[in-house]
Nanobody, 118 residues
Framework: QVQLVESGGGLVQPGGSLRLSCAASGNIFSIYVMGWYRQAPGKQREMVATITNTGYTMYASSVKGRFTISRDNAKNMVYLQMNSLKPEDTAVYYC????????????WGQGTQVTVSS
């Protein structure tokens, strides 16, 4: 059974930074596509950032240039560095795993709350 456990969320002022972490259990972590989605109150869940097994990255236009996704295959970890945070970034952030870019997400984490407010 695969488990994804997020951490690092919290309350931050506009313009601040946070780093989210996702610890993944299971073997052969390095072959999977990993990503972050978010869901704000009253809105649909949306893709934030994705990183493939080769390190190719994709970002939502709303976060490009401010957020950076990375992975450490030796530690089975995925990270999301979030800079220049805005109130509209407030959401629950979910780590997820896919077999490849053509497949749907097969595992989700429980989510971590990010609140951007003064």
């Amino acid at each position: 059974q695969v488990q994804l456990v997020e951490s690092g969320g919290g309350l931050v002022q506009p313009g601040g930074s946070l780093r989210l972490s996702c610890a993944a259990s299971g073997n052969i972590f390095s072959i999977y596509v990993m990503g972050w989605y978010r869901q704000a109150p009253g809105k649909q869940r949306e893709m934030v950032a994705t990183i493939t097994n080769t390190g190719y990255t994709m970002y939502a236009s709303s976060v490009k240039g401010r957020f950076t996704i990375s992975r450490d295959n030796a530690k089975n970890m995925v990270y999301l560095q979030m800079n220049s945070l805005k109130p509209e970034d407030t959401a629950v952030y979910y780590c997820n795993r896919r077999q490849n870019l053509q497949e749907v997400v097969d595992y989700w984490g429980q989510g971590t709350q990010v609140t951007v407010s003064s």
